[in-house]
């Protein structure tokens, strides 16, 4: 079934894998098409001896390189600041003490940084799928007038990096036209710009466009309403690429550093990243580094847990402009 | 209701009931668009306008804005800033496309023929990516610190004299670019290796049997066939990387003597530091136009090969 809904291939390595792993898994498994090395150099001595020298030398190599810097960090926040500033360094903190943790988080209120951040990417996940798929299916399934035109303009909006429209936009965020409300320092001020998303728009119409018309034919002669077709029929298949557009949506707006930091200069109303950074000349080095750990923690959990659609929106992501 | 039918040509022999259809589709159609529509009118496209406009006026945001003309520009282009901040974006990219434009690659490709600890290694990788930048920047200035920070300790390790990183105005630029390295290695090495798994094991096996080593396989089959991804990666990372702000903004502020200073972090500068939002609209519509025309060749090489293929 999916393999049929998968969106047409534009770009090989651009489109989200959305086939299920098992295929991935039983080729690496079973019978293995030849890369770069033949499988029969591997197989002779001095092969395998090359081989397990690579695969050591990249294996300590990653590990210096990528994980031993959070080590450092980590164990960088249980050591005194005079343990800190002690040469050479200790390779493991002489007492491990996590109450600097505790006082990170009292000092620098994590807490309220960390609950607005939830509130922001959630809100914006939240509004971000609200609007994107409703248009997304009413630019891939209803075709109104226009309806290309509109697509060509969201498109457009990929070729202009998000950084020179930032005082435009901030300025639209401190009084909007028509309306004139200032949503500085209230949540829109993230929403409604992380939900006019072109590239969101464009992953999503390329999946319904991939969708059989006669599924959804039968349902309207069904006299299945548009609302009802788009809840009943093109969600529930629709999965894969939502799973994918969630986690970009909501690990964008986590990750974002400088909109908030312009649209919520108010102390209580800070992301976790503008606040720990807008705190950080005050604080002691090692409640700084605690504080590190504690607002890293929540990506890297959400990567160990949604791993695999986070990369599989990543070569989706390389088309982003 | 008749001459809302009558609009489109090719609908006007319709039936009446299929053009009732029609507009029901249409009024459905742009119920569902409105939401979208509204998010891209105010935060995407009016402020495509606004640049252009903030940038030709001058605005205090009390009295009503004045056109000046390119007066902005002209004040803009004599600030001793300016010139420093263009070599210096330029720099960072140039700098950030030696360090970190074939080291991923390189990556992919020994990762890719490694059968062992792949789940780890694809990891590892990504790790820094997925920390917010705001951390992974801080981290690094402690890392930089010129007394007990890491980096001065392995240097020591050596037997090499320490660094004074971000101090000296000789190896400020380049400690931003190993960071912004270090942060973004892991996206271009997992999209080159899934664009590598996709090169069909026979063409390694007749070059082989041609009698190419190993090093003219990697060059007669490996880039050629992945040239296109590593033409596009090329461009979005010039495109990326000539937006740096954060790491000067928290990093450096810009200095040793504006040796760190970059368009970007010049234009927030100018707009939220001298209240000048006229001249940082100005550096900004300069800088949406160089970055256009790398973002134009890119399209071109995506559209291209959609065409092709």
């Given at each position: 079934?999916?393999?049929?809904?998968?969106?047409?291939?534009?770009?090989?390595?651009?489109?989200?894998?959305?086939?299920?792993?098992?295929?991935?898994?039983?080729?690496?498994?079973?019978?293995?098409?030849?890369?770069?090395?033949?499988?029969?150099?591997?197989?002779?001595?001095?092969?395998?001896?090359?081989?397990?020298?690579?695969?050591?030398?990249?294996?300590?190599g990653?590990?210096l390189a990528f994980?031993f810097p959070l080590y450092w960090m980590?164990t960088g926040a249980?050591k005194?600041p005079d343990e800190l500033a002690q040469i050479p360094p200790s390779f493991?903190?002489?007492?491990?003490?996590?109450?600097?943790?505790?006082?990170?988080?009292?000092?620098?209120?994590?807490?309220?940084?960390?609950?607005?951040?939830?509130?922001?990417?959630?809100?914006?996940?939240?509004?971000?799928?609200?609007?994107?798929?409703?248009?997304?299916?009413?630019?891939?399934?209803?075709?109104?007038?226009?309806?290309?035109?509109?697509?060509?303009?969201?498109?457009?909006?990929?070729?202009?990096?998000?950084m020179?429209?930032?005082?435009?936009?901030?300025?639209?965020?401190?009084?909007?036209?028509?309306?004139?409300?200032?949503?500085?320092?209230?949540?829109?001020?993230?929403?409604?710009?992380?939900?006019?998303?072109?590239?969101?728009?464009?992953?999503?119409?390329?999946?319904?466009?991939?969708?059989?018309?006669?599924?959804?034919?039968?349902?309207?002669?069904?006299?299945?309403?548009?609302?009802?077709?788009?809840?009943?029929?093109?969600?529930?298949?629709?999965?894969?690429?939502?799973?994918?557009?969630?986690?970009?949506?909501?690990?964008?707006?986590?990750?974002?550093f400088v909109?908030?930091l312009?649209?919520?200069?108010?102390?209580?109303?800070?992301?976790?990243s503008v606040?720990i950074a807008s705190l950080s000349a005050q604080m002691p080095q090692n409640v700084l580094i605690?504080s590190l750990?504690?607002?890293?923690?929540?990506?890297?959990?959400?990567?160990?847990?949604?791993?695999?659609?986070?990369?599989?929106?990543?070569?989706?992501?390389?088309?982003?402009? | 209701?008749?001459?809302?039918?009558?609009?489109?040509?090719?609908?006007?022999?319709?039936?009446?009931?299929?053009?009732?259809?029609?507009?029901?589709?249409?009024?459905?159609?742009?119920?569902?668009?409105?939401?979208?529509?509204?998010?891209?009118?105010?935060?995407?496209?009016?402020?495509?306008?606004?640049?252009?406009?903030?940038?030709?006026?001058?605005?205090?945001?009390?009295?009503?804005?004045?056109?000046?003309?390119?007066?902005?520009?002209?004040?803009v282009i004599e600030d001793p800033a300016f010139r420093a901040a263009w070599l210096n974006t330029a720099a960072f990219s140039g700098l950030a496309l030696i360090v970190g434009y074939a080291i991923p690659?390189?990556?992919?490709?020994?990762?890719?023929?490694?059968?062992?600890?792949?789940?780890?290694?694809?990891?590892?990788?990504?790790?820094p990516?997925?920390l917010p930048p705001a951390v992974g920047v801080l981290l690094f200035k402690w890392f930089y610190d010129p007394g007990a920070g890491l980096f001065n300790q392995i240097l020591d390790v050596f037997g090499l004299p320490p660094l004074s990183w971000l101090d000296s105005s000789s190896t400020a630029l380049i400690s931003l670019v190993l960071v912004s390295t270090w942060m973004n290695l892991?996206?271009?090495?997992?999209?080159?290796?899934?664009?590598?798994?996709?090169?069909?094991?026979?063409?390694?096996?007749?070059?082989?049997?041609?009698?190419?080593?190993?090093?003219?396989?990697?060059?007669?089959?490996?880039?050629?066939?992945?040239?296109?991804?590593?033409?596009?990666?090329?461009?979005?990372q010039v495109?990326a990387t000539m937006q740096v702000f954060i790491e000067p903004y928290l990093l450096t502020g810009g200095g040793p003597e504006n040796a760190t200073v970059t368009v970007a972090y010049l234009m927030y500068q100018y707009?939220f530091n001298f209240?000048?939002?006229?001249?940082?609209?100005?550096l900004?519509?300069?800088l949406?136009?160089v970055?256009?025309?790398?973002?134009?060749?890119?399209?071109?090489?995506?559209?291209?090969?959609?065409?092709?293929?």
């Open positions: 079934m999916t393999t049929t809904l998968q969106p047409q291939r534009v770009l090989k390595a651009t489109t989200p894998a959305v086939a299920p792993r098992s295929t991935r898994k039983k080729k690496d498994r079973g019978y293995e098409t030849r890369s770069l090395v033949s499988p029969l150099s591997l197989r002779s001595r001095r092969g395998k001896l090359t081989y397990w020298t690579v695969l050591v030398v990249v294996v300590i990653f590990t994980v980590v249980l005194s493991f903190p002489k007492s491990f003490d996590f109450g600097v943790y505790a006082d990170a988080w009292n000092q620098l209120q994590l807490g309220v940084f960390l609950k607005n951040t939830v509130v922001y990417a959630g809100g914006a996940w939240l509004l971000t799928l609200a609007v994107d798929v409703t248009a997304a299916y009413a630019l891939s399934k209803l075709r109104p007038y226009f309806g290309k035109v509109i697509l060509a303009m969201m498109l457009a909006t990929l070729m202009i990096p998000p020179v429209l930032l005082l435009p936009t901030y300025l639209v965020a401190k009084d909007v036209p028509i309306f004139g409300f200032d949503l500085l320092n209230t949540p829109w001020a993230i929403w409604l710009p992380a939900a006019a998303n072109g590239f969101f728009i464009f992953l999503l119409k390329r999946f319904f466009d991939s969708i059989p018309r006669e599924l959804l034919e039968a349902a309207e002669i069904d006299g299945a309403s548009p609302m009802r077709i788009l809840w009943s029929i093109v969600l529930p298949v629709s999965r894969p690429i939502l799973g994918v557009v969630s986690i970009l949506s909501v690990v964008t707006v986590w990750k974002d909109w908030p312009l649209v919520l200069p108010e102390t209580d109303k800070m992301s976790i606040g605690a750990v504690i607002a890293s923690l929540p990506t890297i959990l959400v990567f160990f847990v949604f791993q695999r659609s986070i990369m599989a929106g990543l070569t989706a992501g390389s088309l982003k402009g | 209701m008749a001459h809302l039918v009558a609009k489109p040509p090719v609908r006007r022999s319709l039936p009446q009931g299929a053009a009732r259809r029609a507009v029901g589709r249409n009024l459905t159609a742009y119920g569902f668009l409105c939401g979208a529509l509204i998010c891209f009118a105010f935060f995407s496209w009016y402020p495509m306008v606004r640049e252009v406009v903030l940038s030709f006026q001058e605005n205090n945001f009390v009295d009503p804005p004045k056109w000046v003309g390119f007066d902005n520009f002209r004040s690659f390189v990556l992919a490709v020994v990762l890719n023929e490694l059968r062992h600890a792949r789940g780890y290694l694809r990891f590892v990788v990504y790790l990516v997925m892991g996206t271009g090495t997992l999209i080159y290796l899934a664009a590598l798994q996709s090169i069909p094991g026979e063409l390694y096996e007749s070059a082989e049997l041609d009698g190419a080593g190993l090093f003219r396989r990697v060059r007669h089959v490996t880039i050629p066939q992945t040239k296109l991804i590593l033409l596009v990666m090329l461009m979005l495109v707009a209240g000048d939002f006229g001249g940082g609209g100005a900004g519509l300069m949406m136009v970055l256009m025309v790398f973002s134009t060749i890119y399209l071109r090489i995506a559209r291209d090969n959609e065409g092709g293929r």
